[in-house]
């Protein structure tokens, strides 16, 4: 089972996609660039990543909202939020927040549309509820607008990054 992440740090933002763990290695997906690496934990605290030719010690922490991984003198802090979480704020992807255009971040079944072109919808306002993972979950406008598009309609399935609801400013 894949799960994704969007990981922010000062330079920018990644997509990172855990393709499988087990057996003291991981494949992870960061952005387009495919990793396969040995995963040691020793007794020190550290964390060793191989991918065959580098050999990386490091080590972890949380620290507030952040994880911070030390590795040498240098400290590198970052943000990591999984798609889910990011898709139930309804986030939605890259025309998600502020732009009116309200996206699944994730592939789903449509079960209800509970607006319809017309309507003002307050910000967190349900605009759409999906089913994933076998889970109903509300999909919400970030911000608050008029109803300008229904893109899709109960009983169909959609995948990642698919228009659900187009809002523009309420006057």
Known sequence: MTATYTVDTDGGQSKVTI??????????RVDSLDLDL?????????????DGTRRLALRHF?????????????AHRFRIQDARAGWLRGAGGRGGMGSG???????????RVPVQVGDVVPPNGVVAVLEAMKMENDVRSPAGGRVVQVAVQEGVA????????????AS
Do not use: N
């Open 19 to 28: 393709l499988a763990d087990g057996d003291g290695r991981i494949r992870v």
């Open 38 to 50: 040995a995963v040691v934990e020793l007794p020190d605290g550290r964390t060793v990543l191989t």
């Open 62 to 74: 949380r620290e507030r909202d952040q994880r911070v991984v030390v590795h040498g003198h240098r």
């Open 101 to 111: 255009r309200i996206l699944a971040s994730m592939p789903g079944r449509v079960v």
């Open 158 to 169: 959609v995948e990642a990054g698919a228009l659900l609801v187009q809002l523009e400013a």
